[in-house]
């Protein structure tokens, strides 16, 4: 069984940067696609970005691409999210998942593993 853990949630103000890290423990020999989903108040979880195994292919929504980086180290079993140039829209609940498949898809659907959450707030 895996267990992700998510870190590094906290306030910034607008055009500041945060970085969010999960670390994946338990059974991580699975070459699985991980990804970070993030739910507004008041709002369905949506999809953020994604990343194959070997960090060499990467998924971004368009509402965060150019802004956020989602990274992989293997050796420690986590992944990053670098967000810069935040935006109060960008307040959320942000989760880590691991997927059941190895493409990073972003339906959430296709991840069976999830994180507790980390929450990011953004004020102007």
């Known amino acids: 069984q895996v267990q992700l853990v998510e870190s590094g949630g906290g306030s910034a103000q607008a055009g500041g940067s945060l970085k969010l890290s999960c670390v994946a423990s338990?059974?991580?020999?699975?070459?699985?696609?991980m990804a970070w989903f993030r739910q507004r108040s008041g709002k369905e979880r949506e999809f953020v970005a994604a990343i194959v195994w070997s960090g060499a292919s990467t998924r971004i929504v368009d509402a965060v691409k150019g802004r956020f980086t989602i990274s992989r180290v293997t050796a420690t079993n986590t992944i990053t999210l670098h967000m810069e140039f935040l935006v109060p829209e960008d307040t959320a609940e942000y989760y880590c998942?691991?997927?059941?498949?190895?493409?990073?898809?972003?339906?959430?659907?296709?991840?069976?593993?999830w994180g507790q959450g980390t929450q990011v707030t953004v004020s102007s």
């Open positions: 998942a691991e997927a059941f498949r190895g493409s990073p898809t972003e339906c959430a659907e296709d991840y069976a593993i």
């Open positions: 338990g059974r991580t020999d699975r070459r699985y696609a």
